[in-house]
């Protein structure tokens, strides 16, 4: 199981990114993926989770109206797509998958490497 999360960079406050996450050794539709974030100095903390098959999206409060996830079963590959950036939300940002849904990284079992967003002007 290889999960592997890209798509970081460096944007301007207010702006938008597009992560992605893919995975290798088994499908989306039998695990939840989750996105987690840990910034310099901070625990890890969970930003959003799909369920299997997609039906269902889970947010962090600091996620909700502005990331959204989605998925392609066909391709494996997850879309977190983050709106209205802030200066807050710079961290590596990592996906990881689990049997049950949840913003909990203790409950995602397979983690890939992180990919580094810096919102910043």
């Known amino acids: 199981v290889q999960l592997q999360a890209s798509g970081g960079g460096l944007v301007q406050p207010g702006g938008s990114l597009r992560l992605s996450c893919a995975a290798s050794?088994?499908?989306?539709?039998?695990?939840?993926i989750g996105w987690f974030r840990q910034a310099p100095g901070k625990e890890r903390e969970g930003v959003a989770c799909?369920?299997?098959?997609?039906?269902?999206?889970l947010y962090a409060d600091s996620a909700k109206g502005r990331f959204t996830i989605s998925g392609d079963d066909v391709k494996n590959v997850m879309f977190p797509q983050m709106n209205g950036l802030k200066p807050e939300d710079t961290a590596v940002y990592f996906c990881?998958?689990?049997?049950?849904?949840?913003?909990?990284?203790?409950?995602?079992?397979?983690w890939g490497r992180g990919t580094l967003v810096t919102v910043s002007s």
């Open positions: 990881a998958a689990g049997r049950l849904q949840s913003l909990s990284a203790s409950l995602h079992n397979f």
């Open positions: 050794g088994f499908g989306f539709d039998a695990y939840a």
């Open positions: 799909i369920s299997p098959r997609g039906g269902i999206t």
